[in-house]
């Protein structure tokens, strides 16, 4: 099975796509595309539904969500978002770009297309957090005896 990583996909598109720290990423590219490892990833360790939030993995935003609410995956999910993370944006970016290469075929609008849809969103994060807390709060919430909650 091919990685969706190794797609051909021109670096300055993924440049535009990436946007704030691209060189990281496409040195990571390069060295998967050799065969190495994939790269630590310590703000998707730590910080999973925020970094996917700011980097705009929607669905791995939403998993990373979900799994910091299991006291079981929580301890071994950090882990995995780390040493997967930056692969699972690759692919993410590579999917992405050949979406947008195939919906935009106008040329003057195809780079604002890549800046739109990809980059960052400090937004985002801060939505992820309000959501976070809210939920937490919710949880805490219901999980105390009702006659403390007088």
């Known amino acids: 099975m091919t990685e969706t ?3 051909p996909i021109n670096e300055q598109d993924l440049r535009t796509y ?3 720290n691209a060189e990281y990423f496409i040195q990571a590219r390069t060295a998967l595309l050799a065969g190495e490892r994939p790269r630590w990833n310590w703000a998707a360790c730590g910080l999973a539904p925020f970094w996917f939030a ?3 993995c929607w669905g791995w935003m939403g998993l990373a969500f979900l799994v ?3 006291p079981y995956a929580f301890f071994i999910t950090p882990y995995v978002f780390g040493a997967y993370g930056t692969r699972w944006y690759l692919e993410h970016c590579v999917k992405q770009i050949t979406r947008i290469q195939h919906l935009q075929k106008n040329p003057k609008l195809y780079g ?3 800046r739109e849809q990809g980059g ?3 937004l985002a994060v801060l939505l992820v957090l309000a ?3 809210i939920v937490s709060g919710w949880v805490a919430l219901t999980l105390l005896p009702s ?3 007088i």
């Open 68 to 70: 910091g609410f299991d």
């Open 5 to 7: 990583y190794l797609t």
């Open 147 to 149: 006659d403390l909650l």
């Open 120 to 122: 960052t969103s400090a």
């Open 131 to 133: 959501v976070s807390l």
């Open 54 to 56: 700011y980097r705009k």
């Open 18 to 20: 990436i946007g704030n």
């Open 112 to 114: 604002h297309a890549l």
